[in-house]
T-cell receptor, first 111, second 115 residues
């Protein structure tokens, strides 16, 4: 089964609105990361949040982590059409930092 | 500093042929990871290598698939006797040694199509 499960699977919003994606996982982690993938392209690293952190910001991105609930959320504020992509959470765990990806949320921002 | 390079970007093979996918990690990176992504799905871990060593191949199918990361040259993911189900995007990622290993840098992927 997936270590990370994203919710929702797909999200469609108007430009300017905020987009929130959630990720749940099962095992203990060292840190959690969010990646973005444009259609047919590779992954781009967005942000990393460590297991002892609760919230982190980077530009229009805000990530929260609740280790007691084993969940994380990614908030994109003031969305733009260029934010249209798939977003994946990835948990990092173990001695050699094994990365396990979730199933992804497909975000569509309508201009 | 060039990013992670993968080639070819697209590969078409007939059933039964061999596919060889190459990955050149970023300069200074000694860790390489291979992932497979089926259409509309997330990335599935296949194998983690350091120079000349396979560290974790728990995600690699037991048969037909092999990976290497020689002392010199790129990492190679080799799929023998390909079947239609091998059609997917194969991504390579690399990371530097030490604590920085936790962030992986991804290549553009190789899209394999088996006819």
């Amino acid at each position: 089964s997936q270590q990370g499960e994203e919710d929702p699977q797909a999200l469609s919003i108007q430009e300017g609105e905020n987009a929130t994606m959630n990720c749940s996982y099962k095992t203990s982690i060292n840190n959690l990361q969010w990646y973005r993938q444009n259609s047919g392209r590779g992954l781009v690293h967005l942000i990393l949040i460590r297991s002892n952190e609760r919230e982190k910001h980077s530009g229009r991105l805000r990530v929260t982590l609740d280790t007691s609930k084993k969940s994380s959320s990614l908030l994109i504020t003031a969305s733009r059409a260029a934010d249209t992509a798939s977003y994946f959470c990835a948990t990092v765990s173990g001695g050699y930092q094994k990365v396990t990806f979730g199933t992804g949320t497909k975000l569509q921002v309508i201009p | 500093n060039a990013g992670v390079m993968q080639n070819p970007r697209h590969l078409v093979r007939r059933r039964g042929q061999e596919a060889r996918l190459r990955c050149s990690p970023m300069k200074g990176h000694s860790h390489v990871y291979w992932y497979r992504q089926l259409p509309e799905e997330g990335l599935k871990f296949m194998v983690y290598l350091q120079k000349e060593n396979i560290i974790d191949e728990s995600g690699m199918p037991k048969e037909r698939f092999s990976a290497e990361f020689p002392k010199e040259g790129p990492s190679i993911l080799r799929i023998q006797q390909v079947v239609r189900g091998d059609s997917a995007a194969y991504f390579c990622a690399s990371s530097p040694p030490g604590r920085s290993q936790e962030t992986q840098y991804f290549g553009p992927g190789t899209r394999l199509l088996v006819l």
